[in-house]
């Protein structure tokens, strides 16, 4: 009982789900769409993407030493 809901906590399933559903359009039209949220992925795909930048950039550094 306890280990499942430890389990269920620690979950990245959803986390995932949702990086690939703001890189791609909403065909069945399954979630909300207004300003506010459109605006909140596009800067969620800004950061997301500086991120994988920036930590490429440092991968190369420490290999290159």
Known sequence: MMLNKIKEFFSIGPVFSYFFRI???DKD?????????K??????KISILMFL????IMVTRCATR
């Open 23 to 25: 890189f791609q359009k």
């Open 29 to 37: 039209g399954k979630y909300p769409h207004s300003f506010n949220l």
């Open 39 to 44: 605006m909140m992925h596009g800067i969620n």
């Open 53 to 56: 930048v920036c930590l490429i």
